[in-house]
């Protein structure tokens, strides 16, 4: 028996939970989100990603009912929001700004939403001490916001957006505080909640690591607009343009002029280098400009001329960044052209194979590269 | 060294302009009162030597004090003036509170040109101001002709020299002393906060209540204080505005001094007035050191 693979937006019967139809907001004459259109279904762990400025607080605030829309409509569960005031949406949001309470304790902090609701005090009680757990703050339950850390700051404005269990949840950089080890910690933590509670998130963020690690899907902007939207194996394997490529993970981007052959594209880069070889089913237009995009990881370095590898090409090694389980080697080509190469540090450090000045082959299958118009 | 001054400045202000005039006020009530230039018993004379500093502290008494407790005028006069000064407080916080609430909800370029609008009073001078007060609410003064005019009364009402008219006074003088700590403590608060209150469910007026309302509490104590220590010993506005039923403690104090010539009584009267308000000047100062904790 195998397990349904969660993936609704590519059932056509699937309702969205949110829906962004042709939204676009201005300030003043500035448009922040440009008639952007899109899905997201319930269950969802839906990850923002962009560059500062691109929209994605904005983007969050509408959701949430603190910005009007410009033009085009929102709906949540198939309703129109536009007149929905935010204490009535079953939307919570957790601010950039963690906006706590500094009068409150960050127990009342917690709780705060929840009296509104008129709960049982000893249910309130109970859901605050489960919040205070998740997050690991029970012992600074009685402390104000001034006299607790940074991190621990975005911890209780984490339990506080988190403790009405709300249809859906807005993360807006909800880890950008946490150590390294804390901020995995709570990744996990909030998959967690999100598979037990069956929350939407939308979570924004600037770490594309934490967007792939916790994300179905990953919308990556630029300016007000939706480049790509996918899951994130999809947006790190099938970029569809330089900019997504080169946004997610370190990326190889040769430009060059592509002629059709056979299943994919022969791709001549530089006078003196031989033609490029990559399987692709997209059409490029007349004028066959095109880039390849190569993942550092899919190419391998070797001293020896490998047999049989489609693409191979010669170059010396310009640099070594050390990474401790991986090395990226940055091999400068004739051309004068850089590209990247990694591989995983099996052996000890004095007995590396490569080192500066080597001379060393690089080369890729024909499934490696991505053929990208722009 | 540089420390030293640092420190030594204030208190030398302080000892100059408020312990040593304290010392010889406190000194004046224990004295008795006599036909003479200055009109009390004994005078400090270093020409006896220690004998004369010994007989002039034992010329020294509490007897003023006890004659303070043997009128009833006296503790009338502080009742009324502590019942005066906290009714005007809280008449000025309500007034005060939605002004300051207003500035701090304008549009930036606005906020300086209300502030000076609030402050503009301070630059004509306050009798002047009294004055008006008093072609305003007479009985043939602006506000009954404008009410005569519009027909809401038919007979002028009787405003001036009444408590009515000392509230209005003492509102309006010290009006600027509430709005600015307010206004102060709204312009902090982040916007945001408000916006994560009605996202947990609150509507707009219970975040103002459960959010604005607490935060801008420093502004609302530090707001009362200044307004309620001048306004207890008020002197001016009872007398000009006031009628002759109007027990202020100032005034009181004023007719010791220059219509009985009892400078010890008076001096008595003063001290104690200093006691009493000496509890809300430290709780006022708690106050502001609470909050320089809480903000740093
Ligand atoms: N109230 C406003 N008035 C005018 N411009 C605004 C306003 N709010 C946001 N903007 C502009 O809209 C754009 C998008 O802002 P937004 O806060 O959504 O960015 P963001 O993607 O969240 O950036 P970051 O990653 O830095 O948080 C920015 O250029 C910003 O200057
Ligand atoms: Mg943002």
Redesign the interface.
Known sequence: MTEPVFAPWDDPNEKPLIEFKNVTKRFGDFTAIDDLTLDIYEREFFALLGPSGCGKTTMMRMLAGFETITEGTILLSGKNIARVPPNRRAVNMMFQSYALFPHLTVWDNIAFGLKREKLPKDQIEARVQEMLKLTRLEKFSKRKPHQISGGQRQRVALARSLAKAPKLLLLDEPLGALDKKLRQDTQFELMDIQEKTGTTFVIVTHDQEEAMTVASRVAVMDEGRLIQVATPAGIYEMPNTVYVADFIGDVNIIEGHGTKTGDGYDVTFAEGQPALHAKTDAQLGEAARCYLAIRPEKVTISAERPDGAVNVVQGTIHDIAYLGNLSTYHVELPTGQILKAQAANTRRLSRRSFTWEDKVWLSWTDTAAVVLER | MRRFFLIAVPYAWLLVLFLIPFVIVLKISLSDTALSIPPYTPTLDFSGGWAGLKAFFSALDLENFWFLTSDDLYWKAYLSSVWIAVASTLLALFVGYPIAYGMAQARDEWRPTLMMLVILPFWTSFLIRVYSWMGILSQEGFLNQFLLWTGIISEPLIILNTNTAVYVGIVYTYLPFMILPIYAALEKL?A??L?????????RI?AFW??TV??S?NGIIAGCFLVFIPALGEFVIPSLLGGSQTLMIGKVLWEEFFNNRDWPVASAVAVILLMILIIPIILFQRNEQKQRE?E?
Not at chain 2, 195 to 203: I, P, Q, T, V, Y
């Open positions: 982040d945001s906060l916006e994560a209150a009605e996202d947990l469910g609150c509507s219970q459960l959010v607490p935060l509490k809480a740093q």
